[in-house]
Every structure is written in structure tokens, then in C-alpha cells.
């Protein structure tokens, strides 16, 4: 019997050996969204929304762990009968990621000589109604981007206009712009919160950060910021809204005492997040968060404090058989 030669299949390359496909990442992209400042009380203005920060190409080292803080919101400021000492709204709290820090939003203010003012925050609050606008009473705003990051973490809140007679504050400020002023001659409608900003980080888009409406005495009721941030209160029957949770929203400021639910109380900030993604090369090389995978990228979302923690192989490169 003789010896029978097999021959190579056609197309086939030999000799079969170990090649390289393209590295694995060595750097992440975020979000990082602190939580929103609450609104203020009696004809109380806006919350100013939490801190916005996010960027690519962030580095990142093999085999480490990152501790993550997820900022709360700010509680609402409250009215001194029946709840207790009038108050204004409550800034946000910082939310981390590594060297990244987005700043709370500043709390809306409250009617009153000594808490009038928005406070200064990621974005900030907005100016409560005080009815001695001709010797320079009205609300300020407080200032957004404080502390000052560049991209710019936020926007200021808006201001009550001068020579305001009808009861209305002005609006939080967003990521995505200031919050409004107050409108009408006399002034009759609260501002509207600043322009949330839309990502795209955990696969779909969604807005983040938009400030709280102002409050006023007979309405419209002011809209929070892209659909975030919380809206104004109106008059006595007209509830506040909290900011979105986990979004960073502005809480909207709330209008007078009346009955319960109200109770002169402004409504509390969202939460915030914070979002890490990288290419999915090599397919999950990190822990901490819920982990999903949209086309194209591994993404970690925290709602909550927790740890990002990279693999010893996070950034090693990815062999293949040829």
C-alpha cells in the first residue's frame, strides 16, 4: 500500500503561529455629575443643578482601585411656621471619581434680608423675592463653576429683576446654561432652570443637570431645566418638584406656607453619578458598578459610593491565533 499525500486546503495559511491584535485601553472616559442644590422657601428660588464633568482619554493604571463618591442632594430650604427657622435651599454634595471632582449645586434662596442670595455651587441658585425691592433687596444669583474647572462644571442662576413688586425668584442654574430671571412688570413669574447637557456615555442619550425653577405667588409655575431639574411652586396649591435622581436636577423653589403637603418647604436636589466606560477590547477588565456593555464599550454606573477597581491586565496587549 502506498503512502497518500494530503495537500493543504486551498486558502489555507502556514505554518499556523501566535499574532498580535490591537492593545487593549489604557484610559477611560467618565461622567461625573454631583448632586443638585435644593430650592429655597417662601417665594424661594431654584437649586442650582450639580457639578457636570466629563472627558475621554482620562489614564487610568493596571491592578488599581478607585474610590467613588456619588453626591447627595441638597435638602430644600424651610419656612419658619409651621416647619421651623426659615431657612434657604442646601447645597449639593461633590461627587469623585480619581483626581475629578464635580462640586454640588448651590441651594436657592429664601425670602428674607440675610438668605435672599443663591448660593454658589456647580451651577448656581437661584434669587428668592423680598418685598423691599427699592432699597436693592432682591435675590441675587449665586454663582456657577465653584469651584472653577475648565470645561466649565456649570452655570449661574438667574437674578430677581429689579423693581419686583408681585412675589417670584428666579430659577438654578444648569450645565447647560443660567438660570432665568424673573419676568412680567411687576414681576409675576418665576424663572425657569437652566439647560440641562445631554451624554451619551452609557449607551443612549440622556440629560443630566438641569437647574430648579423658580417659585412664585400666582404662577405659571417655572419649568425645571431639561426636564430635570425640579419646577417652581405656585401660590398655595402648587407643589415643587424634587430634581431627578441620579440626573443632578436643581430642586424647585417652593411658595408659602399653606397646607400640608406644602408647608413652605422647597424641594430637594437629585442625586448624582458617575458613569466609567472603556472599549470593550478584551471584554471586561475592571469591577465596581453595573456593569453593562452597549455596542463598543464596557460601561461601569455608579448610583451609589462603591470602588472602580482595573484588573492587573487592564491595558495589556490582546494576543489572537492567526
Do not use: C, E
Request: net charge neutral; aromatic share 4%.
Amino acid at each position: 500500500m502506498g503512502i497518500r499525500r494530503l495537500g493543504r486546503p486551498t486558502g489555507y495559511n502556514y505554518p499556523v503561529g501566535l499574532g498580535t491584535s490591537a492593545a487593549a485601553n489604557t484610559t477611560v472616559d467618565y461622567l461625573v455629575v454631583a448632586g443638585g442644590g435644593g430650592g429655597g422657601s417662601q417665594v424661594g428660588g431654584g437649586g442650582g443643578a450639580g457639578g457636570f464633568r466629563t472627558a475621554s482619554g482620562f489614564s487610568v493604571t493596571a491592578g488599581t482601585p478607585y474610590a467613588i463618591m456619588v453626591g447627595g442632594g441638597g435638602a430644600g430650604g424651610q419656612m419658619n411656621n409651621p416647619v421651623g427657622a426659615l431657612t434657604k435651599g442646601s447645597n449639593g454634595s461633590s461627587s469623585i471619581f480619581s483626581t475629578i471632582t464635580s462640586a454640588g449645586g448651590g441651594g436657592g434662596g429664601s425670602y428674607g434680608p440675610t438668605i435672599r442670595d443663591g448660593n454658589s455651587g456647580g451651577s448656581g441658585g437661584g434669587g428668592a423675592y423680598n418685598d423691599s425691592p427699592a432699597v436693592g433687596t432682591v435675590g441675587t444669583a449665586g454663582t456657577g463653576n465653584t469651584p472653577n474647572t475648565s470645561p466649565a462644571q456649570g452655570s449661574n442662576g438667574g437674578a430677581v429683576a429689579p423693581g419686583t413688586a408681585a412675589g417670584a425668584a428666579a430659577g438654578g442654574g444648569g450645565a447647560g446654561g443660567a438660570g432665568s430671571a424673573t419676568s412680567g412688570s411687576p414681576a409675576v413669574s418665576g424663572g425657569a432652570g437652566g439647560a440641562g447637557t445631554a451624554s451619551s456615555i452609557s449607551g443612549s442619550p440622556l440629560n443630566y443637570a438641569g437647574g430648579g425653577g423658580g417659585a412664585s405667588q400666582s404662577g405659571p409655575a417655572a419649568s425645571g431645566g431639561s426636564s430635570i431639574g425640579g419646577s417652581g411652586g405656585v401660590g398655595v396649591s402648587v407643589v415643587s418638584t424634587n430634581g431627578t435622581t441620579n440626573r443632578g436636577g436643581g430642586g424647585g423653589g417652593q411658595r408659602d406656607a399653606g397646607t400640608a403637603p406644602l408647608n413652605g418647604v422647597g424641594s430637594s436636589g437629585g442625586s448624582g453619578i458617575v458613569v466609567i466606560r472603556y472599549n470593550d477590547a478584551g471584554g471586561q477588565r475592571a469591577t465596581g458598578g453595573t456593569v453593562t456593555t452597549p455596542a463598543g464599550y464596557v460601561v461601569h454606573t455608579f448610583t451609589g459610593d462603591g470602588t472602580f477597581a482595573t484588573n492587573t491586565d487592564f491595558g495589556s496587549a490582546i494576543y489572537s491565533i492567526n
